[in-house]
T-cell receptor, first 114, second 115 residues
Framework: KAGVTQTPRYLIKTRGQQVTLSCSPI?????VSWYQQTPGQGLQFLFE???????NKGNFPGRFSGRQFSNSRSEMNVSTLELGDSALYLC?????????????FGPGTRLTVT | AQKVTQAQTEISVVEKEDVTLDCVYE???????LFWYKQPPSGELVFLIR????DEQNEISGRYSWNFQKSTSSFNFTITASQVVDSAVYFC????????????WGAGTKLIIKP
């Protein structure tokens, strides 16, 4: 089985721009979660999608949004980029349903905002 | 208040030494789960173990072992006879039933194994 894939792997954007990151989960996985990882704040949960619906949301401003498609692929969008948005964005997938499933992570997208 | 504390920011040992990574958690739920993940330099987090709050048995998997103690709210991870390939950042995480099982992460411990 192919693992979780994320595109692009690296991205450089300018303050004020917007960006869209993509995540393809493992085949059969219906839940996709997004995390932001920075040296200062560590790993922080952004949101989780299950069957095209946002099921959980972390404590991030509305500039961060996401969606999930019928094939479980997910995108996250960050509008009006700020320097502090520079981070590694990780996507994780799992089977879904209700429960503490082990999550499978992608390699991440390294976003640099200048 | 921090729910998952990994007090060791960085540990450096020589290959073949044993090393223990500490994890202390805080929860009021009676049903919760604890996880360990490994993040090698490539960046991809790798699942190592999941343990539920009703099972305090220690677990061993090859050179890895985990010690879960509810009395001290700890879930420590020991690597026996460490190898250079064990070098990575290790994260402990908590998942609570009352929080929809959302993962709450510790800050991570960077483990450096020197040859």
């Amino acid at each position: 089985k192919a693992g979780v894939t994320q595109t692009p792997r690296y991205l450089i954007k300018t303050r004020g721009q917007q960006v869209t990151l993509s995540c393809s989960p493992i085949s059969g996985h219906r839940s996709v979660s997004w995390y932001q990882q920075t040296p200062g704040q560590g790993l922080q949960f952004l949101f989780e999608y299950f069957s095209e619906t946002q099921r959980n949301k972390g404590n991030f401003p509305g500039r961060f949004s996401g969606r999930q498609f019928s094939n479980s692929r997910s995108e996250m969008n960050v509008s009006t980029l700020e320097l502090g948005d520079s981070a590694l964005y990780l996507c994780a997938s799992c089977l879904g349903g209700t429960g503490p499933y082990e999550q499978y992570f992608g390699p991440g997208t390294r976003l640099t905002v200048t | 208040a921090q729910k998952v504390t990994q007090a060791q920011t960085e540990i450096s040992v020589v290959e073949k030494e044993d090393v223990t990574l500490d994890c202390v958690y805080e929860t009021r739920d009676t049903t919760y789960y604890l996880f360990w993940y490994k993040q090698p330099p490539s960046g991809e987090l790798v699942f190592l173990i999941r343990r539920n709050s009703f099972d305090e048995q220690n677990e061993i998997s090859g050179r890895y072992s985990w010690n879960f103690q509810k009395s001290t709210s700890s879930f420590n991870f020991t690597i026996t006879a460490s190898q250079v390939v064990d070098s990575a950042v290790y994260f402990c995480a908590l998942s609570e039933a009352n929080s929809n099982y959302q993962l709450i992460w510790g800050a991570g411990t960077k483990l450096i194994i020197k040859p």
